[in-house]
């Protein structure tokens, strides 16, 4: 069946990199994701990368994929306290298909 | 563009009651997921419509059901409620957006529901 694993938290300190690590079960998923909730906030879309590709990068961010491995990380560049938030790994096969997200990663900042 | 809007954003409700919660997407969006948010079982696929035809449907018990209107405004129906129901039930709808090449999700605020 479908699953995605993530830690459940991560500390980094301000002006570190942070990363957040996934791992999902089906081998199958086309789509890959990463979403940003921010406390009280609903959940925004941060990236996505295709199973067709390794890596993706958008300004402090960059997505890694080793689909042998079926892992997936994202790496959050010079890591400041508006990155307080939890970040949810997700996936889906196809584009209509339903999108199976993990249980978020809490992302606590230190000064 | 207004962003998608749910109502109520909050609710308590007793144990054998039902509800009915609803979702009105961003205009031009014909697709309306519905997701359970429990701080222990994480973020939960409860189903998905689109054009009015329930096309994907997460593990979740009968009790749990919805519709969408030719307005591709949905509602999200829980009957005889349980504790163990008391989550954010958050309501996404999504377009398939040419530059992205991805269908991408916008997310609602949810609504808070508590059952006493």
């Known amino acids: 069946g479908e699953d995605v694993e993530q830690s459940l938290f991560l500390s980094v300190r301000e002006g570190d990199s942070s990363v957040i690590n996934c791992t999902y079960t089906?081998?199958?998923?086309?789509?890959l994701y990463w979403y940003k909730q921010e406390p009280g906030a609903g959940l925004q879309l941060l990236t996505y990368?295709?199973?067709?590709?390794d890596m993706k990068q958008d300004q402090r961010l960059t997505v890694l994929l080793n689909k042998k491995d079926k892992h997936l990380s994202l790496r959050i560049a010079d890591t400041q306290t508006g990155d307080s938030a939890i970040y949810f790994c997700?996936?889906?096969?196809?584009?209509?298909?339903?999108?199976?997200f993990g249980k978020g990663t809490r992302l606590h900042i230190l000064p | 563009k207004a962003g998608v809007t749910q109502t109520p954003r909050y609710l308590i409700k007793t144990r054998g009651q039902q509800v009915t919660l609803s979702c009105s997407p961003i205009?031009?969006?014909?697709?309306v997921s519905w997701y359970q948010q429990t701080p222990g079982q994480g973020l939960q696929f409860l189903f998905e419509?689109?054009?009015?035809?329930?096309?994907n449907k997460g593990n979740f018990p009968g009790r749990f059901s919805g519709r969408q209107f030719s307005n591709s405004r949905s509602e999200m129906n829980v009957s005889t409620l349980e504790l163990g129901d008391s989550a954010l039930y958050l309501c996404?709808?999504?377009?398939?957006?040419?530059?992205?090449?991805?269908?991408?999700?916008?997310f609602g605020p949810g609504t808070r529901l508590t059952v006493l």
């Open positions: 205009s031009g969006h014909r697709s």
């Open positions: 997700a996936e889906s096969i196809t584009r209509d298909d339903k999108i199976i």
């Open positions: 990368i295709f199973s067709n590709m």
């Open positions: 419509y689109f054009s009015e035809t329930q096309r």
């Open positions: 089906d081998s199958s998923s086309t789509y």
């Open positions: 996404a709808s999504s377009i398939w957006e040419e530059r992205l090449s991805t269908d991408t999700q916008y």
